[in-house]
């Protein structure tokens, strides 16, 4: 069951990507498009399609978006201070606790339906989990292709 959108799964990838960094180093777009193009595998992703990815995140405050040759991108924040829950919300809207899977709009037995309770409780438990997950935390528990050399690279790092 995919409950993130693909564009909000690439965007927490190449995110956790650029946690990998240091602070003040810029990422270049290739580097990050190849790492997502290797993320993804037999999907092809344009560069246009990244590229807007990028600057929604760039716009909504989480990476730096750098001009220039020697530009690219890198983390607004400390890796630390951004949470997951931001990054989804941001991307896929907030979290809706109005699940009917009866009806479209109000329900009538709000007060005494088991389903939408259920359902907050499951909003709630995931909403909360993702708060206290960051992109550093992401980043620690994933492994990353070496792209230091050419796009042909196989080898892997851990950060």
Known sequence: MAFLSKRTRYVLHGLA???TAPPDEVVP?????????????????????IAKMFQE???AGFAHAIPGPKGGYRLARD???????EIIETLDGPILSECC???VGPCPQTATCGIRKI?????LSYYQFFENETVASL?????????????????????
């Open 79 to 85: 890796p630390e201070d951004i949470s997951l829950i």
């Open 17 to 19: 990507f650029l946690a």
């Open 119 to 123: 359902f907050q409780k499951a909003e």
């Open 57 to 59: 995140i760039s716009r």
């Open 139 to 159: 980043a620690k528990g994933m492994t990353f292709p070496d792209l230091s050399s050419d796009p042909a690279s196989s080898k892997t790092k851990t950060s």
């Open 29 to 49: 777009f290739d580097k990050i498009l190849r790492y997502l193009r290797d993320y993804s595998q037999k999907l092809t992703l344009s560069p246009s399609y």
């Open 101 to 103: 899977l009866l009806s």
